[in-house]
């Protein structure tokens, strides 16, 4: 059986930075396991409520095909005898939104839908917690990821889940944009069970920037004599002895901070203030 899956959620887009995403909470043990799905220059799907998790993988192949927003919410509802009991959320290639939902899921529930944005929600406190992600979402600016966590907040001040809070995830892609530019997956937090589920996916998207971030590279500091020397003894002090760049590089890779760091001529001030606050 279908499992209930209780939450608001939001896919959305960045046409500007190709990135797609979705962002959901739910009192659901491990919601990011089941809604989000995303695809870099093909879309973002969120599928719950009587959840369809097929929905995710059979609309993104619809959506490759070039299907828009709507026609893959079209086909995917008529082709399920259980879509009355279903929610669903499509942004396509275009940042054309489409958003679905059955007759018979639980209230509050229902959905709104922009441009590069498709909002929905069930058993939810009123209608408020969708229309709080959408205004929050139009009115945002900064990157996908962080728009998407700011969608979060503004639903929960709202009124949020009638049941209360569990869990949470945040999903955001585009192509080469991942580790080492070898993945399409930007960032992929879960929140599987937590009382303060949106402080701690805020927790982790932080901890992430941190050791995947990118600093302008107009910001990096030029490693001069002194600064130079400081890393060294600095480095030293932890136990990573010898050439400066090669003792750097070895701290840096085992602190995980490694995706932060080109050479030793300059060095990312994010760097910079962890090494000092660990020796």
Same mark, same amino acid.
């Given at each position: 059986?279908?499992?209930?899956?209780?939450?608001?959620?939001?896919?959305?887009?960045?046409?500007?930075?190709?990135?797609?995403?979705?962002?959901?909470?739910?009192?659901?043990?491990?919601?990011?396991?089941?809604?989000?799905?995303?695809?870099?220059?093909?879309?973002?799907? @969120?599928? =719950? &409520?009587?959840?369809?998790? $097929?929905? %995710?993988?059979?609309?993104? #192949? +619809? !959506?490759?095909?070039?299907?828009?927003?709507?026609?893959?919410?079209?086909?995917?509802?008529?082709?399920?005898?259980?879509?009355?009991?279903?929610?669903?959320?499509?942004?396509?290639?275009?940042?054309?939104?489409?958003?679905?939902?059955?007759?018979?899921?639980?209230?509050?529930?229902?959905?709104?839908?922009?441009?590069?944005?498709?909002?929905?929600?069930?058993?939810?406190?009123?209608?408020?917690?969708?229309?709080?992600?959408?205004?929050?979402?139009?009115?945002?600016?900064?990157?996908?990821?962080?728009?998407?966590?700011?969608?979060?907040? @503004?639903? =929960? &001040?709202?009124?949020?889940? $009638?049941? %209360?809070?569990?869990?949470? #995830? +945040? !999903?955001?892609?585009?192509?080469?944009?991942?580790?080492?530019?070898?993945?399409?997956?930007?960032?992929?937090?879960?929140?599987?069970?937590?009382?303060?589920?949106?402080?701690?996916?805020?927790?982790?998207?932080?901890?992430?920037?941190?050791?995947?971030?990118?600093?302008?590279?107009?910001?990096?500091?030029?490693?001069?004599?002194?600064?130079?020397?400081?890393?060294?003894?600095?480095?030293?002090?932890?136990?990573?002895?010898?050439?400066?760049?090669?003792?750097?590089?070895?701290?840096?890779?085992?602190?995980?901070?490694?995706?932060?760091?080109?050479?030793? &001529?300059?060095?990312?001030?994010?760097?910079?203030?962890?090494?000092?606050? +660990?020796?």
């Amino acid at each position: 059986m279908a499992r209930n899956i209780a939450t608001y959620s939001i896919a959305a887009c960045d046409l500007d930075a190709g990135q797609w995403g979705v962002a959901t909470q739910s009192k659901f043990l491990a919601v990011g396991s089941v809604v989000p799905w995303a695809e870099p220059n093909v879309g973002a799907i @969120a599928t =719950q &409520a009587y959840a369809n998790p $097929r929905y %995710g993988p059979e609309g993104l #192949a +619809l !959506l490759r095909e070039g299907h828009s927003a709507e026609e893959v919410v079209e086909r995917l509802t008529s082709a399920d005898e259980g879509r009355d009991q279903r929610q669903l959320g499509i942004v396509d290639r275009e940042g054309r939104g489409a958003s679905f939902t059955g007759g018979e899921c639980l209230d509050w529930a229902g959905g709104k839908t922009g441009r590069c944005y498709a909002a929905q929600g069930n058993i939810l406190v009123s209608p408020e917690t969708v229309d709080a992600i959408a205004a929050s979402f139009e009115s945002s600016s900064g990157t996908l990821a962080e728009r998407l966590l700011d969608c979060l907040d @503004a639903a =929960q &001040a709202a009124g949020g889940d $009638r049941r %209360g809070q569990q869990s949470a #995830a +945040l !999903l955001v892609v585009e192509k080469d944009g991942g580790y080492a530019k070898l993945s399409d997956t930007i960032v992929e937090l879960r929140v599987k069970d937590h009382e303060r589920q949106l402080e701690e996916l805020r927790r982790l998207y932080r901890l992430h920037e941190a050791l995947f971030g990118e600093t302008p590279r107009d910001e990096w500091l030029t490693v001069d004599d002194a600064l130079a020397d400081e890393l060294q003894k600095r480095l030293a002090k932890l136990g990573y002895d010898g050439e400066l760049e090669d003792a750097f590089g070895r701290w840096a890779g085992n602190v995980n901070l490694e995706e932060r760091v080109d050479g030793i &001529a300059e060095i990312d001030p994010v760097v910079l203030e962890e090494l000092r606050e +660990l020796s």
